[in-house]
């Protein structure tokens, strides 16, 4: 089968194709083979700066072709989950427990673009609890995560929900989504202060993330752009910072996981959550794809097709 793997860290260019022998999945694993897969930043930037060649991981949708002992799923059904090594390939392996069903009606792609970003969204909504009739920022709001954060937001009541982006370029897609306002990172003024931030950037952008909350505002930090919160910013304001990470509630909370995934699914069903791909991007032009993330365009999820 194709598979993409990286050996040394760089930029796109650094990806190359391979030919190996299909893998096999072992006790709670299935083996998918791959219609769609997701392209992260996490994943993007493990290429870039990580500590040498690590597998592509990532989101998988496709059709099982293999169970392992105890997975509790039927070769040939629909199936997304999560690829913890080598997602980049026609075949992957996903353990059981990061998998569900794709409904009939939806495609690999749309898989690909809702679950673990929608999972995200949802959990960051979450742990920023907005009031009804409250205000929210979503950075990166253009982003796989962001633009169905965006959308948590809107659905949720919030009165007012302003998107952060990179560029004015994406203005007319998270307006789209439903963002009342949108501000460019470089702008001066973030408007008036929000009661909750859904900040999926980080490093350089929490200091300017942290000022432009309300007192007693919450921000949820998600991204993985690190970055330190200065105690004085969020003292003045009686502001308090969360971490979330979909990985703590995957491991830790199964029942929850899958409360939210059955959910998510009833969300688009009713279309109160459109996730959107931005691009479908052949699985031995990967490069490609990582450098639209690269250069930060994306709108939505990019998506690698096999
Ligand atoms: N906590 C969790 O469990 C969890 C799980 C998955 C993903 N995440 C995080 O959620 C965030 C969004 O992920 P995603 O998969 O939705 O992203 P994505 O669809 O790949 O979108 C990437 C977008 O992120 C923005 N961005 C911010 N900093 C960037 C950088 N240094 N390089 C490139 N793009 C950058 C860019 O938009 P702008 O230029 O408009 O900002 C870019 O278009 C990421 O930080 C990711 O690590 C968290």
Same mark, same amino acid.
């Given at each position: 089968?194709?598979?993409?793997?990286?050996?040394?860290?760089?930029?796109?260019?650094?990806?190359?194709?391979?030919?190996?022998?299909?893998?096999?999945?072992?006790?709670?694993?299935? /083996? *998918?083979? &791959?219609?769609?897969?997701?392209?992260?930043?996490?994943?993007?930037?493990?290429?870039?700066?990580?500590?040498?060649?690590?597998?592509?991981?990532?989101?998988?949708?496709?059709?099982?072709?293999?169970?392992?002992?105890?997975?509790?799923?039927?070769?040939?059904?629909?199936?997304?989950?999560?690829?913890?090594?080598?997602?980049?390939?026609?075949?992957?392996?996903?353990?059981?427990?990061?998998?569900?069903?794709?409904?009939?009606?939806?495609?690999?792609?749309?898989?690909?673009?809702?679950?673990?970003?929608? +999972?995200?969204?949802?959990? &960051?909504?979450?742990?920023?609890?907005?009031?009804?009739?409250?205000?929210? /920022?979503?950075?990166?709001?253009?982003?796989?995560?962001?633009?169905?954060?965006?959308?948590?937001?809107? =659905?949720? $009541?919030?009165?007012?929900?302003?998107?952060?982006?990179?560029?004015?370029?994406?203005?007319?897609?998270?307006?789209?989504?439903? =963002?009342?306002?949108?501000?460019?990172?470089?702008?001066?003024?973030?408007?008036?202060?929000?009661?909750?931030? *859904?900040?999926?950037? $980080?490093?350089?952008?929490?200091? @300017?993330?942290?000022?432009?909350?309300? @007192? $007693?505002?919450?921000?949820?930090?998600?991204?993985?752009? $690190?970055?330190?919160?200065?105690?004085?910013?969020?003292?003045?304001?009686?502001?308090?910072?969360?971490?979330?990470?979909?990985?703590?509630?995957?491991?830790?909370?199964?029942?929850?996981?899958?409360?939210? +995934?059955?959910?998510?699914?009833?969300?688009?069903?009713?279309?109160?959550?459109?996730?959107?791909?931005?691009?479908?991007?052949?699985? =031995?032009?990967?490069?490609?794809?990582?450098?639209?993330?690269?250069?930060?365009?994306?709108?939505?999820?990019?998506?690698?097709?096999?």
């Amino acid at each position: 089968m194709l598979r993409v793997r990286f050996e040394v860290n760089g930029g796109p260019e650094v990806l190359f194709t391979e030919r190996v022998r299909v893998p096999v999945p072992g006790p709670g694993e299935v /083996l *998918l083979r &791959a219609e769609a897969i997701g392209v992260t930043l996490p994943t993007v930037r493990k290429v870039r700066e990580g500590d040498g060649p690590v597998p592509l991981g990532g989101e998988v949708a496709g059709v099982v072709e293999a169970v392992g002992e105890g997975a509790d799923f039927a070769v040939g059904e629909r199936v997304t989950g999560l690829c913890f090594a080598h997602a980049y390939a026609e075949y992957a392996v996903v353990p059981a427990a990061f998998a569900s069903r794709i409904p009939d009606a939806a495609s690999a792609a749309t898989a690909i673009a809702l679950v673990r970003s929608g +999972l995200v969204a949802r959990g &960051a909504y979450e742990a920023g609890s907005p009031a009804p009739g409250g205000s929210v /920022l979503v950075t990166a709001a253009a982003s796989a995560v962001g633009s169905l954060a965006l959308q948590y937001a809107r =659905a949720g $009541g919030a009165a007012r929900v302003v998107a952060a982006v990179g560029s004015p370029d994406k203005a007319d897609f998270v307006r789209a989504l439903g =963002a009342d306002e949108v501000v460019t990172y470089d702008a001066a003024d973030w408007g008036d202060p929000y009661d909750v931030v *859904l900040d999926g950037v $980080g490093g350089e952008l929490l200091g @300017p993330a942290v000022r432009a909350l309300a @007192p $007693g505002g919450r921000l949820v930090a998600f991204g993985s752009g $690190g970055g330190t919160v200065e105690a004085y910013e969020l003292l003045v304001r009686g502001a308090s910072v969360i971490g979330f990470q979909m990985a703590v509630i995957a491991r830790g909370r199964p029942e929850v996981y899958a409360r939210w +995934l059955g959910e998510l699914w009833d969300l688009w069903e009713r279309g109160v959550l459109r996730p959107a791909v931005h691009a479908e991007v052949p699985l =031995a032009e990967a490069a490609r794809a990582h450098a639209v993330i690269e250069r930060r365009e994306n709108l939505g999820k990019v998506v690698l097709v096999p």
